[in-house]
């Protein structure tokens, strides 16, 4: 154990400090080592230059940027919390410059704002993943009550109202039906996956699968936003698509009425029997039969039937 204590404490850093610190951009984070300047242990850092979170945002690939260090040493100091990271508990702040070659160096942030706000982004850094799953769980619950809210609705929608419907009526009401079934089904998906994720095997065989396994562990909250982006959006759709059937139901045109089956007695007493149609003859029917002809009768009687 070292003889300096552990004390949680922002420290003021001079460029003499910070220029024994080096790195390298890879991908979207900057990968800095160097000594802590209190208590001169060896420190690594990594600064995510993509932020992804319930409210976050996105640097982009930056050339300069402010961030937040900590002392990440490892040694063991007095009173130290048992919670990583490890070590003597200073934080700083510092202005990372990258190279062309991406090459990094540290030197004094000199904007107070800057230093606070880079503080600030390295304390939301820790336990992002915990609160997108969170928040994600949260949604399940949301988009649970949506399928519940179909449910309700698809027994308000019942086959008589759809029946009465005119074919494109019909067709029109299925669609906007299985959008909305679909899209809630894949809500709720992509907001389980958010939450809990989804079993996966990975071989670790070399350092390279190895660096695969951390660079995917790095992305993890991004894809975690995406999926609850995912979740959202689908929701939004499901329920607009629940909408519209409604509305279907009710603006679009109804079928016409089918024509009855009937069984006609003529005044010389043959039976004809089809399907009425209008007629124009006074007295007269128009009887469609069953092979389409069409035969007009004097009617003795008429009398309606379920089949011929």
Request: net charge neutral; hydrophobic share 45%.
């Amino acid at each position: 154990m070292t003889e300096l204590a552990h004390r949680a404490a922002r420290v003021t850093v001079l460029d003499a400090q910070l220029r024994q610190w080096h790195g390298s951009q890879v991908g979207s984070t900057l990968r800095l080592a160097g000594p802590c300047p209190v208590c001169r242990h060896a420190c690594t850092a990594t600064v995510s230059l993509r932020a992804t979170d319930l409210e976050g945002f996105d640097p982009g690939g930056a050339t300069s940027v402010t961030a937040g260090f900590a002392c990440t040493c490892g040694q063991e100091h007095a009173g130290q919390p048992a919670s990583p990271p490890k070590g003597c508990g200073r934080t700083w702040t510092g202005h990372a410059e990258v190279a062309e070659d991406g090459t990094v160096t540290l030197r004094p942030a000199d904007d107070p704002y800057l230093a606070e706000a880079a503080e600030a982004y390295r304390i939301a850094q820790a336990g992002r993943v915990d609160r997108l799953k969170a928040g994600a769980e949260k949604w399940i619950a949301g988009t649970t009550a949506l399928l519940g809210v179909l449910g309700i609705v698809g027994v308000s929608l019942g086959a008589d109202q759809v029946a009465a419907l005119d074919v494109a009526g019909k067709v029109w009401t299925a669609v906007a039906v299985v959008v909305a079934v679909g899209a809630a089904a894949v809500a709720i998906q992509q907001a389980y996956r958010a939450a809990y994720g989804q079993p996966e095997t990975r071989t670790i065989a070399d350092d390279a699968d190895l660096l695969a396994w951390y660079t995917a562990q790095q992305d993890l909250p991004e894809a975690i936003g995406r999926r609850l982006r995912g979740a959202a959006r689908a929701s939004a759709t499901s329920l607009g698509a629940l909408v519209v059937a409604i509305g279907l139901t009710w603006f679009m045109p109804a079928a016409e009425p089918a024509s009855p089956l009937v069984k006609v007695t003529s005044q010389d007493q043959s039976i004809v029997c089809g399907t009425l149609l209008k007629s124009g003859t006074p007295g007269a029917v128009r009887v469609r039969r069953a092979d389409g002809t069409v035969a007009e009768v004097q009617v003795s009687s008429l009398a309606p039937v379920e089949k011929c």
